[in-house]
Antibody, heavy 120, light 110 residues
């Protein structure tokens, strides 16, 4: 059974950069054709797809966040990471990492989520 | 504002059927047969319950069903049970983005 776990700071100051890591267990992040995504959910609001990384390292980003986002892969640690810069209060949200099945087109495994608060 | 529109809340009594709508556009819901639905209990990660508009993953009760007409997808929960009380979100492939979600619907079992 594949499991994903987010880690990173819970509180970040405005204008700074958020760095989160997703550790994958139960399967290799570099095998198969799966894609690895970050998704966030502000309190009381809907989910928002942030971006994804292929096992080749190729990335896609949500156009609304593209200028501030970098997602990368570390196959040696079986992890992938999110960096979001120039933080504002509206970036406060629960951040999830998830595995995407590109054939069936769905997110089949999710992390538990981590709440990140942007505040001075 | 979310890309896909869902009602904020839907309620029903045990045993009843409820339907949650998810309205998009001809660029997402109406263009691709790639609507999925996720169930989320408080403090928990989303769980896939419907994919490709109307398919159920292994292990998901047949009380959950999906359908679509034009730019609107729907999730129906039949034989409503207390354990179905949760938030439900739709998601659609949208080409360049490529994924857009709805704002979520809170289901209350009366």
């Amino acid at each position: 059974q594949v499991q994903l776990q987010e880690s990173g700071p819970r509180l970040v100051k405005p204008s700074q950069t958020l760095s989160l890591t997703c550790t994958v267990s139960g399967g290799s992040i570099s095998s198969g054709t799966y894609l690895w995504s970050w998704i966030r959910q502000p309190a009381g609001k809907g989910l928002e797809w942030i971006g994804r990384v292929y096992n080749s390292g190729f990335t896609n980003y949500n156009p609304s966040l593209k200028s501030r986002v970098t997602i990368s892969l570390d196959t040696s640690k079986n992890q992938f990471s999110l960096k979001l810069n120039s933080l504002i209060a509206a970036d406060t949200a629960v951040y999830y990492c998830a595995r995407e099945d590109p054939v069936a087109s769905y997110f089949d495994f999710w992390g538990q989520g981590t709440l990140v608060t942007v505040s001075s | 504002q979310s890309a896909l529109t869902q009602p904020a809340s839907v309620s029903g009594s045990p045993g009843q059927s409820i339907t949650i709508s998810c309205t998009g556009t001809s660029s997402d819901v109406g263009r691709y047969n790639l609507v999925s639905w996720y169930q989320q209990h408080p403090g928990k990660a989303p769980r896939l319950i419907i994919y490709e508009d109307n398919k159920r993953p292994s292990g998901i009760s047949d009380r959950f069903s999906g359908s679509k007409s034009g730019n609107t997808a729907s999730l129906t929960i039949s034989g409503l049970q207390a354990e179905d009380e949760a938030d439900y979100s739709c998601c659609s492939y949208a080409g360049p983005t490529p994924w857009v979600f709805g704002g979520g619907t809170k289901v209350t079992v009366l």
